[in-house]
């Protein structure tokens, strides 16, 4: 947790300036958007194999390499920043994608790794307090991101940009460090072996142990019901997310200073909301949480083209920011449960993929509209998507809830 703390400062820097330091270069919005969404596609072609890997041969060997591959990387772009290594970044890293601090297409590993240290009827709180403090850090990022505008007095033009990027090499190194200090449990090790399973699928029954025919049925059930309401989610907030700076600064003509004080302001909430969604969680249940938290996020998602200045778009986005990501660590312990530790790995990749893959279409769309004028139809056009996912993860995965505290495990 404290890694991916770290990692989430240098990730939030990037997300909220990395746009806009592509457009200081004469990127066109359609050449950005193009970049983000080929960014999230190859993440999620990549952390679709990680994950069964990871079950493999560990965790732990997976996340070292992902961070020395970063740390070469970024080494490169502060050396040579021309398109080809910022695009490689991207590809490989998630360079502007902001991942909350998980480790781009290794976070299956790193979700894994956790849940498997975690007892199951503690999972949801410790997943949803593990995200707040990669939203901590985002905002930390966001802050230092909104500096831009100070150090332009001695590094003019993009190279203004370029402490993030020192930033995110340094953050590399010490993660490193880190995760190389932290024993992982294999096998049948660990605080969670010998523990009851997780309510759902993998919980076994009458159909026997977790390798079972007809409980590995019904998890494969599951991760494809779960996969197929993700991608729905995720085409959605694909379409104005990433190019959010982009269209801050073209509505409204602000820049890299008040785009920073509005990402900061959102994460810090956020993470006081997702430690207050485990809460809830544990009283009503992750479906019901999630589904009335989202209806309220449409309606303000809706409105923010809407906005005559500046400020209230900003605070649309704030409250519908938190209401939706509030849920984020209660989402990934859901989905991690659905299965046995022996495929949790798989789990993650899946859950990955079935966001990278839609998200990737989001950029590139968003940014041909808004290159065409069409600044506000991708906001419409991701309300309507959020309105599904509402309601089909209202209905569909209902009977995969996690009980609230001091109910049994719901039932078809």
Same mark, same amino acid.
Request: net charge positive.
């Given at each position: 947790?404290?890694?991916?703390?770290?990692?989430?400062?240098?990730?939030?820097?990037?997300?909220?300036?990395?746009?806009?330091?592509?457009?200081?270069?004469?990127?066109?919005?359609?050449?950005?958007?193009?970049?983000?969404?080929?960014?999230?596609?190859?993440?999620?072609?990549?952390?679709?194999?990680?994950?069964?890997?990871?079950?493999?041969?560990?965790?732990?060997?997976?996340?070292?390499?992902?961070?020395?591959?970063?740390?070469?990387?970024?080494?490169?772009?502060?050396?040579?920043?021309?398109?080809?290594?910022?695009?490689?970044?991207?590809?490989?890293?998630?360079?502007?994608?902001?991942?909350?601090?998980?480790?781009?297409?290794?976070?299956?590993?790193?979700?894994?790794?956790?849940?498997?240290?975690?007892?199951?009827?503690?999972?949801?709180?410790?997943?949803?307090?593990?995200?707040?403090?990669?939203?901590?850090?985002?905002?930390?990022?966001?802050?230092?991101?909104?500096?831009?505008?100070?150090?332009?007095?001695?590094?003019?033009?993009?190279?203004?940009?370029?402490?993030?990027?020192?930033?995110?090499?340094?953050?590399?190194?010490?993660?490193?460090?880190?995760?190389?200090?932290?024993?992982?449990?294999?096998?049948?090790?660990?605080?969670?072996? %010998?523990?009851? @399973? $997780?309510?759902? *699928?993998?919980?076994?029954? #009458?159909?026997? !142990?977790?390798? +079972?025919? =007809? &409980?590995?049925?019904?998890?494969?059930?599951?991760?494809?019901?779960?996969?197929?309401?993700?991608?729905?989610?995720?085409?959605?907030? %694909?379409?104005? @997310? $990433?190019?959010? *700076?982009?269209?801050?600064? #073209?509505?409204? !003509?602000?820049? +890299?200073? =008040? &785009?920073?004080?509005?990402?900061?302001?959102?994460?810090?909430?956020?993470?006081?909301?997702?430690?207050?969604?485990?809460?809830?969680?544990?009283?009503?249940?992750?479906?019901?949480?999630?589904?009335?938290?989202?209806?309220? !996020?449409?309606?303000?998602? =809706?409105?923010?083209?809407?906005?005559?200045?500046?400020?209230?778009?900003?605070?649309?986005?704030?409250?519908?920011?938190?209401?939706?990501?509030?849920?984020?660590?209660?989402?990934?312990?859901?989905?991690?449960?659905?299965?046995?530790?022996?495929?949790?790995?798989?789990?993650?990749?899946?859950?990955?993929?079935?966001?990278?893959?839609?998200?990737?279409?989001?950029?590139?769309?968003?940014?041909?509209?808004?290159?065409?004028?069409?600044?506000?139809?991708?906001?419409?056009?991701?309300?309507?998507?959020?309105?599904?996912?509402?309601?089909?993860?209202?209905?569909?995965?209902?009977?995969?809830?996690?009980?609230?505290?001091?109910?049994?495990?719901?039932?078809?």
């Amino acid at each position: 947790m404290a890694t991916r703390t770290l990692r989430s400062v240098a990730q939030g820097a990037l997300a909220t300036d990395f746009v806009l330091y592509l457009r200081a270069m004469h990127w066109p919005a359609a050449a950005i958007g193009a970049l983000l969404g080929a960014a999230q596609l190859a993440g999620g072609a990549l952390g679709l194999g990680v994950g069964p890997l990871s079950d493999r041969l560990g965790r732990r060997p997976l996340l070292l390499v992902y961070q020395i591959g970063l740390a070469l990387c970024t080494g490169l772009v502060l050396l040579d920043p021309r398109g080809t290594v910022l695009v490689a970044g991207a590809l490989l890293f998630g360079y502007g994608l902001g991942a909350n601090g998980a480790a781009g297409p290794f976070s299956p590993a790193e979700q894994a790794w956790l849940a498997r240290h975690v007892p199951a009827v503690e999972r949801g709180s410790v997943f949803s307090l593990n995200a707040a403090l990669g939203f901590c850090g985002m905002g930390a990022g966001s802050i230092l991101a909104g500096l831009v505008p100070l150090w332009a007095r001695w590094l003019p033009g993009p190279a203004a940009f370029s402490p993030l990027f020192w930033l995110t090499l340094a953050v590399a190194a010490a993660n490193w460090w880190q995760i190389a200090r932290l024993p992982e449990a294999r096998g049948d090790e660990g605080p969670t072996a %010998g523990r009851a @399973a $997780p309510p759902g *699928p993998s919980s076994g029954g #009458a159909g026997g !142990g977790a390798d +079972a025919p =007809a &409980v590995r049925r019904e998890e494969n059930r599951a991760l494809a019901l779960l996969s197929a309401v993700n991608a729905v989610n995720a085409l959605g907030i %694909g379409i104005f @997310a $990433p190019l959010l *700076p982009y269209w801050f600064a #073209a509505r409204y !003509g602000v820049g +890299a200073g =008040a &785009v920073g004080s509005v990402f900061a302001v959102t994460f810090f909430l956020t993470a006081a909301a997702s430690v207050a969604t485990g809460e809830l969680v544990a009283r009503i249940g992750l479906v019901r949480s999630i589904v009335a938290l989202r209806f309220v !996020g449409v309606a303000l998602l =809706a409105a923010m083209p809407f906005m005559p200045h500046f400020s209230w778009a900003a605070a649309l986005y704030v409250v519908r920011s938190v209401l939706n990501r509030g849920s984020v660590g209660a989402r990934q312990a859901f989905g991690v449960g659905l299965v046995g530790d022996r495929r949790r790995g798989l789990a993650s990749s899946l859950n990955n993929v079935s966001w990278s893959l839609p998200a990737a279409a989001g950029p590139a769309l968003s940014g041909w509209l808004m290159a065409l004028g069409s600044l506000d139809l991708p906001f419409y056009l991701a309300a309507a998507l959020q309105l599904a996912y509402a309601v089909l993860f209202g209905t569909v995965m209902r009977r995969y809830d996690v009980p609230a505290a001091g109910r049994g495990p719901r039932t078809a």
